[in-house]
């Protein structure tokens, strides 16, 4: 069973600020949050600018077919929105 944990896209950044990281283990960086929750979260990082994702965030756990698993990282301006989040 999914934890109800609350999730926002700077929660995203903070977990990518140790660096980049495929979909699983963002998932187990953030502590195994709803997966509905981590996907808007991590969608709306990306909108920001915050996240870059090597491939279509809407891919099934990040895997599209034979391509490799999608890896997220944290962009500069991601890490500046955790400095004006005082994050």
Do not use: N, Q, Y
């Amino acid at each position: 069973m999914a934890h109800a944990t609350e999730i926002d896209p700077l929660a995203v950044a903070r977990a990518l600020r140790s660096g980049p990281a495929t979909l699983s283990a963002l998932d187990a960086r953030l502590h195994g949050p709803d997966r509905e929750a981590l996907t808007w979260a991590l969608e709306d990082a990306t909108r920001r600018g915050w996240v870059h994702s090597t491939a279509d965030l809407g891919c099934p756990d990040g895997v599209c077919g034979d391509a490799p698993p999608t890896l997220l990282t944290l962009t500069d301006d991601g890490r500046a929105a955790l400095r004006a989040a005082g994050r």
